[in-house]
């Protein structure tokens, strides 16, 4: 069984920062993508960022610019810090990975979900 674990949701005010943490456990073999997801009310998941593992990482537009993805592929976790948020940032971000548990399974797992709320 995989878990992903977030933490670092919170309320900011407009301009503020948060940075998330996800940590993945379980009978991993090894990730090749990990990411974030977001779901504001009202509004379908959408992508925010990924990243490879060998590094590569992807944005959503609105991202681009404010948010920066990482991973620390030994702790077999990813970050997502985020400056400079605007109200409509709020949303519950999940975290994603792709995780390789054998030769013949890859599985997708998602974390629970942490809430961001922008708001002055």
């Known amino acids: 069984q995989v878990q992903l674990v977030e933490v670092g949701g919170g309320e900011v005010q407009p301009g503020g920062s948060l940075r998330l943490s996800c940590a993945a456990s379980?009978?991993?073999?090894?990730?090749?993508?990990m990411g974030w997801y977001r779901q504001a009310p009202g509004k379908q998941r959408e992508l925010v960022a990924t990243?490879?593992?060998?590094?590569?990482?992807n944005y959503q537009d609105s991202a681009k610019g404010r948010f920066t993805i990482s991973r620390d592929t030994a702790k077999k976790s990813v970050y997502l810090q985020m400056n400079n948020l605007k109200p409509e940032d709020t949303a519950v971000y999940y975290c994603?990975?792709?995780?390789?548990?054998?030769?013949?399974?890859?599985?997708?797992?998602w974390g629970e979900g942490t809430l961001v709320t922008v708001s002055s």
């Open positions: 990243i490879t593992s060998g590094g590569s990482s």
């Open positions: 994603y990975a792709e995780v390789v548990l054998s030769d013949y399974e890859v599985l997708d797992y």
């Open positions: 379980g009978s991993i073999f090894s990730i090749n993508v």
